[in-house]
């Protein structure tokens, strides 16, 4: 063992021998730039034999070195301020993401502080919440449900009824059928329709291209993603969207204090024995029954982290099947309970889409790849030319028909083996030169978007460039700018050889913005 530790002591005193070397000889450096006497005594040694011409010249050296001496000293008196003002700044930020975080777990502790307040409160008034003809009910000093002679009192599940608005949704449709709207439009006039409708009804103008890309991220994905500067109208589009189709958009404004799926579908409150449903609950629960669109708004969805209070859902929509798009409301099922609500599972219906706005300033979070990989995100940074609009209707449109003009222009307009050929050797390109890749789910989703976007009237290589630029190049944001810019001007080559100089002006617009930020 003695001859290891020997070797072991060599072995790790040749490493740290090293590591010293460095700092020593970076020290060694400084010193030698900043040694006035060394560059004193070089000038004494040559100044006997110094001319007038060679005094000159030895001046503008000596300027020239003490010139940048200053300069060193300069830029590290930046390098060290801009360290400690960026220190300062995230340690704020996070000092200030702290407290906001516990005002926000206070606010939702007073709430619930509030709703049990409540509760006991109606039931020493001898109500219940949602009904007017149940017995008295108190609590005792315990905060336990007693009845009018001090037995405790429980709920009864073949009687009461927890989920009062979704039981009324159940009553509504007890004899409805499902309206077939006999729809023939393309997808083509499908576009142009909504674009003349919102300009002609709503004064809402919107380019072409715009409504386009959002009828193919609709037809690729269950939650879409508007993104932008503030007042280019992100939430009117999936509004007048609402409007066109005669089924208005519900719209959930996303609060701070956000932090489960509860905020967004209600939740079983244990005092009550009720179930607190909200709006968007309620017309998930109606589109069951339907068949039309139906359009859900996040709106201001990054306010919160969407990945605590949507993360379930974007993991259930990526099921394969529809049949396992199913989200557990309570753990044991009632006799009461509404129709469509099975073993405290409701089942997700396919014609429901979600779409969240995305303001990008300092007062949001920032929405993680999770998110991205599952969403389609579409940049609104403008707002649209005014137009003289056609005058147009709204229009009833089957769920099951657009869905059916989706399939269709899957089939028809499938990328090209061209296309993925070259799509495939970026994707090699993009592992070789910057770690990323694409992986089989962005796939999977480019040949769901771009077939419908060539179908509503758009070129497959402008399609194909859009959804990368969004999807994948995005990605680059993580890593470091200043390390790989040399890669980005590589990597725009490499883009006009492959595609041509003439295509994919989105990703070269994307990457030279990038090569900005350095």
Not at 76 to 90: P, T, V
Not at 275 to 283: A, G, I, Q
Not at 436 to 451: E, L, Y
Not at 473 to 488: T, V
């Amino acid at each position: 063992m003695g001859v290891f530790f020997r070797f072991l002591f060599d072995f790790m005193s040749q490493l740290f021998e090293g590591i010293w070397n460095i700092i020593k000889g970076f020290a060694t450096g400084i010193a030698k730039i900043f040694d006035i006497p060394a560059y004193i005594s070089v000038i004494k040694d040559y100044s006997g034999e110094f001319g007038i011409s060679q005094w000159i010249l030895a001046i503008v050296a000596i300027i020239v070195v003490i010139a940048l001496m200053v300069l060193i000293i300069f830029l590290g008196f930046l390098l060290f301020k801009k360290y400690f003002r960026l220190r300062k700044s995230l340690v704020e930020q996070e000092d200030m993401l702290e407290e906001i975080g516990k005002l926000n777990q206070d606010v939702l502790k007073l709430t619930k502080e509030k709703e049990q307040l409540y509760a006991m409160k109606v039931s020493q008034l001898g109500l219940k919440p949602n009904s007017e003809t149940e017995e008295n009910v108190v609590f005792d000093e315990n905060g336990n449900p007693i009845g009018e002679e001090g037995e405790e009192v429980e709920a009864n599940p073949n009687t009461d009824i927890r989920f009062f608005k979704l039981s009324e949704i159940d009553k509504q449709y007890e004899n409805y059928v499902v309206e077939n709207y006999n729809n023939t439009f393309t997808l083509p006039e499908l576009v142009e329709h909504f674009r003349n409708f919102a300009a002609s009804k709503l004064g809402l103008y919107y380019k072409s291209e715009m409504v386009r890309l959002f009828v193919s991220a609709i037809a690729s994905t269950r939650l879409v993603i508007l993104q932008g500067i503030s007042g280019t109208g992100k939430t009117s589009l999936a509004y007048a969207w609402g409007k066109f189709l005669k089924n208005d958009a519900t719209i959930a404004s996303v609060q701070p204090s956000w932090r489960d799926r509860t905020e967004l579908f209600g939740y079983f409150n244990e005092f009550t024995k009720k179930f607190n449903e909200t709006e968007v609950l309620k017309k998930m629960y109606q589109a069951g029954y339907d068949d039309r669109v139906y359009i859900t708004v996040l709106d201001e969805m990054n306010i919160a982290r969407v990945e605590y209070y949507f993360a379930e859902m974007l993991s259930i929509l990526e099921m394969p099947s529809r049949d396992e798009w199913k989200i557990e409301m309570v753990s044991s099922s009632w006799p009461t309970d509404p129709k469509r609500l099975v073993d405290g599972k409701l089942q997700i219906p396919g014609n429901m889409w979600y779409v969240g706005t995305i303001n990008n300033d300092d007062s949001t979070f920032m929405v993680t790849d999770k998110v991205y990989d599952r969403a389609m995100p579409i940049d609104i940074n403008d707002k649209g030319e005014v137009f003289e609009p056609i005058p147009m209707d709204a229009l009833d449109i089957n769920s099951t028909y657009l869905e059916g003009l989706f399939k269709e222009a899957k089939e028809k307009y499938a990328i090209s083996e061209e296309i993925m050929t070259k799509v495939n050797e970026m994707d090699d390109y993009v592992i070789k030169h910057f770690r990323i890749a694409f992986g089989n789910r962005i796939v999977k989703h480019m040949r769901d978007f771009v077939p419908v976007y060539v179908a509503c009237g758009g070129k497959e290589i402008d399609g194909v460039d859009y959804f990368i630029a969004k999807k994948i190049l995005r990605k680059f944001e993580q890593l470091n700018l200043s390390y790989i810019r040399d890669e980005i001007d590589g990597f725009l080559k490499f883009l006009d050889t492959c595609f041509g100089k003439e295509n994919f002006n989105e990703c070269k617009e994307y990457l030279n913005r990038l090569k900005k930020l350095v």
